[in-house]
C-alpha cells in the first residue's frame, strides 16, 4: 500500500519536532525555530489541500507545501554545514524531505495537466 503524502509529511514534521527539541536543549533557538516552522507547515498544508474549496485552491496550497519544503531543505543544510546536526540525521531527513518534493511536485503537475 502506498503511503499517503499526508502521512509521509506527518512522519517527517514528527522527526522535526525531535530535531527541535534537540536544538533547544543546545540553545539554538532561532534556528530550531525556523524548521520547526517550515518543516511542520509542509504536512499541515498537505492535509489542508485535502478539503480544498477548488483544484486550484488544492493545486495551490501543495505549491505553498513545495515551497515550505524548500525552505525547510534550506534550513537543514545550514544546521548541517554549521555543525548543529550530525551527518547521519542529515542524510536520513534530507532523504525524507527529496522524497515528498518529488512526490508534492508529481501531484502538482499531475493536477495541473487533468485542469486543463
Known sequence: MQTSIEE?????????VKLNEALQR????????????????IGALAAEAQYAQSKP??????????????ETRYWLRLLYDSNYVEE?????????????????????????????
Open 57 to 70: 485552491d488544492f493545486i495551490h496550497k501543495l505549491q505553498i507545501a513545495l515551497k515550505e519544503a524548500n
Open 26 to 41: 543546545h540553545q539554538h533557538y532561532v534556528l530550531s525555530k525556523q524548521i520547526l516552522r517550515s518543516g511542520t507547515a
Open 8 to 16: 509521509l509529511s506527518y512522519r517527517f514534521a514528527l522527526r522535526i
Open 88 to 116: 547521519d540525521v542529515f542524510y536520513s531527513l534530507l532523504s525524507e524531505l527529496e522524497s515528498i518534493i518529488r512526490i508534492l511536485t508529481r501531484i502538482i503537475n499531475t493536477s495541473k495537466k487533468r485542469l486543463k
